[in-house]
């Protein structure tokens, strides 16, 4: 399957979060992917979460090799985007 980046939401703040994504895949749509990069780290993306009433949080996806997929794609578009600035 193939993934594509349909939009970065940049934020400017100074902590861990550094933008929310949006990525297609086939015909769905995932929201909400988040890029986080610690201090002095690499970037990697996080995938949507959904929150239990009693506070857990689980993956909203879940297929063998997805999250590869989508950060591949993922970490390409935010390369690509931070050598435009």
């Given at each position: 399957m193939r993934a594509v980046?349909?939009?970065?939401?940049?934020l400017?703040?100074?902590?861990?979060?550094?933008a929310f994504v949006t990525v297609e895949l086939g015909p769905w749509t995932v929201h909400s992917c988040r890029i986080i990069q610690q201090?002095?780290?690499?970037?990697?993306v996080a995938l949507?979460?959904?929150e239990t009433p009693?506070?857990?949080?689980f993956p909203a996806?879940?297929?063998p090799g997805l999250r590869e997929v989508i950060q591949e794609a993922v970490l390409k578009a935010?390369?690509?985007e931070q050598?435009?600035?």
């Open positions: 980046v349909k939009k970065i939401y940049r400017d703040g100074k902590g861990n979060l550094k201090l002095g780290q690499r970037p990697y949507p979460q959904v009693d506070g857990r949080f996806l879940s297929a935010w390369k690509e050598q435009t600035e």
